[in-house]
């Protein structure tokens, strides 16, 4: 599914959180004028503890990945159940609202 480059910013900084990590010096690039906001953040999850920062790469601490996981799994099953419940409704709905 191709997606705009804002989305595709996004959809890269969802899976640099999956793998704990995020490139600091890509944020620009890649988030274009979403990179500030993400930057903020970012700082807010550092001081809070949940990421450290270390030669150029922000790092999700054992409780960040806790969290950010926890977080991921609400809205992952959240997003599945509220799919698998209209389609139990009406097999193959013509759209559901998540």
Do not use: C, K
Not at 34 to 44: E, H, N
Not at 73 to 98: G, H, I, M
């Amino acid at each position: 599914m191709p997606f705009s480059r804002e989305l595709n910013g996004w959809w890269w900084l969802y899976w640099r959180l999956y793998d704990t990590r995020i490139p600091l010096d890509e944020l620009g690039d890649t988030l274009g004028r979403d990179a500030s906001r993400v930057r903020s953040w970012l700082r807010v999850g550092e001081l809070a503890g949940l990421a450290s920062r270390r030669n150029g790469t922000m790092t999700l601490t054992d409780a960040g990945a806790f969290w950010l996981h926890l977080a991921q799994n609400y809205f992952a099953l959240d997003y599945v159940n509220t799919l698998w419940t209209a389609a139990r409704r009406q097999p193959w709905p013509a759209a559901v609202s998540l």
